[in-house]
């Protein structure tokens, strides 16, 4: 079955600093694939960045970026010149190739952006 | 481009009673589509998941259901509500098969059961 852990609930970071969120994740399939999720105090959950178990290098978008080490089984997010609008809850996410490809998310990090 | 739609955006119902809300999607055919609730404070449940018209598959037993009776259009329903079905349900898309992966989420419906 296929878990996924965000160990830290909540997380600070000065404006205008980079912040990594944590994930690990837990399959037995070869092929999966790992995303970030942003859900603003409005509710919508945002779709920031996605990365596929073959892909050879780390996903990019903007100032997001997903560090992604297959051997240790971990995917985190890595946000550049964090901003005030950063602040929100952060999903990672996997999707389970077999069964339409619905995702399995953790449990979520806030992350609080100070001025 | 696509668009998703959810409504109602907030919902206050007595235990007991009914309840049906919407999902709608724009822009895209043959989606597949998903049902998810969020507790507060918590993460997504998958509720229900959809492949096509009257396609329908169930990941949590409960006293919800959910009907596809158009390609682009998911309702979630209940007969009788529970204190516990209170939470965030969120509506989300993703192309069918040879799409990219990642779902696309509606506005959500906030539900409290009183």
């Known amino acids: 079955a296929q878990k996924i852990t965000q160990t830290q609930p909540g997380m600070f970071v000065q404006e205008k600093e980079a912040v990594t969120l944590d994930c690990t994740y837990d399959t037995s399939d070869q092929s999966y694939g790992l995303f970030w999720y942003k859900q603003p105090s409005s509710g919508e959950m945002i779709f920031l960045i996605y990365q596929g178990s073959y892909d050879e290098q780390n996903a990019t978008e903007g100032r997001y970026s997903l560090n992604f080490q297959k051997a240790r089984k971990s995917a985190n997010l890595v946000i550049s010149a964090s901003q005030l609008g950063d602040s929100a809850m952060y999903f990672c996410?996997?999707?389970?190739?077999?069964?339409?490809?619905?995702?399995?998310f953790g449990s979520g990090t806030q992350l609080t952006v100070l001025p | 481009s696509q668009t998703i739609h959810q409504w109602p955006a907030t919902l206050v119902q007595p235990v007991g009673s009914p309840l049906s809300l919407e999902c709608t999607v724009e822009g895209t055919s043959n989606p597949n589509l998903y049902w998810y609730r969020q507790a507060a404070g918590r993460g997504l449940q998958l509720l229900f998941y959809s492949v096509g018209i009257g396609q329908i598959s169930s990941e949590v037993p409960q006293n919800l259901s959910a009907s596809r009776p158009q390609d682009r259009q998911f309702i979630l329903s209940s007969k009788k509500l529970l204190l516990s079905d209170s939470g965030f349900y969120l509506c989300a898309w993703r192309g069918g098969a040879g799409s990219s992966y990642e779902q696309y989420f509606g506005p959500g419906t906030r539900l409290t059961v009183t």
């Open positions: 996410a996997m999707f389970r190739p077999r069964s339409a490809r619905q995702l399995t």
